[in-house]
């Protein structure tokens, strides 16, 4: 069963959902945005529509492309309104239980051949397809943030994952213009296999008193020419998704070097998740950021 894509499902409207329905739409295919709140789809169509003005303005795109890309997306308040789309793109919280509800209620509204993809930062693509009707059409589509700037996709296939899904899903991430790096399914696949050990030490050396916030923000940006701090990187990435990813690392490989560094876990506690709830590692909530520590 071949299918064209050309519309797609993305669930979950958070800062990844809605950086997909926005690169989706730029490149013409037909989106439908859900989430379990509405009011995360309505911010999530606001911080598109700000996004693409923003490219406007310097020159990225067209307004008409603008305009035509938001008309492309819907906001889907039921995951019933998924029934139609050729692929869907789960993107909602990391956290196993959850994606495995979500694929449940999906599937048997889901045309027979629609491919089901997952953008998890780390949790196995075999174990949730077989949660699913259609492991042969299921992959793993996982983008970097923020989705509109970021080059990368690593597409990871399952190990039923049929090639005609693997060749579909290449051919629709070179269509959003990404380039694609190919994974193999082991936990957190390649960018998070590495990058979350070390922004976890970055949070280790805070707990141990090796350096502050900012002593050790500014040592990875000038002293091993970051971009940003692993601290910032952390907060902008969400600490409930680093912990989540590291807890993956943990369980799935069985190594103590992967343990959640326990400041980690307090912060999560505490409900200071970074930028999105406007406190981690740094206090966004006043003109420039603050260290909490
Ligand atoms: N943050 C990153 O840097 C990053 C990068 C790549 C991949 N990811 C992955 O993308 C996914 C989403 O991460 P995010 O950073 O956008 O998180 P987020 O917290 O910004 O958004 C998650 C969204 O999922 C929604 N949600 C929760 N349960 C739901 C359900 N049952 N049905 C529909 N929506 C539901 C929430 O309401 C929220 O809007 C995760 O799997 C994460 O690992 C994150």
Redesign the pocket.
Known sequence: MVVEIKKVGV?????????IAHVCALAGYDVAL????TD?IQS?LASINGNMARQVSKGIIKEDDRTAALDRIKAANS?DQLADVDLVI??????EQ??R??FAQLCPLLKPEAILS??????SITRLAASTDRPERFIGI????PVPLMELVELVRGIATEDETFEKSREFVANLGKTIAVAEDFPAFMV?RILLPMINEAIYTLYEGVGSVEAIDTAMRLGANHPMGPLQLAD???L??CL??MQVLYEGLADSKYRPCPLLVKYVEAGW?GR?TQRGFYDYRGETPVPTR
């Open positions: 669930i979950g409207a958070g800062q990844m959902g809605s950086g859900n989430d379990i709140s995360r999530g995951i789960e993107s909602a919280v990391e956290n959850v994606k509800k979500i997952t953008n998890t930062s780390s949790i996982h983008f970097m943030n998070n902008f990435i969400g409930d998704t989540s990813i998740l999105k």
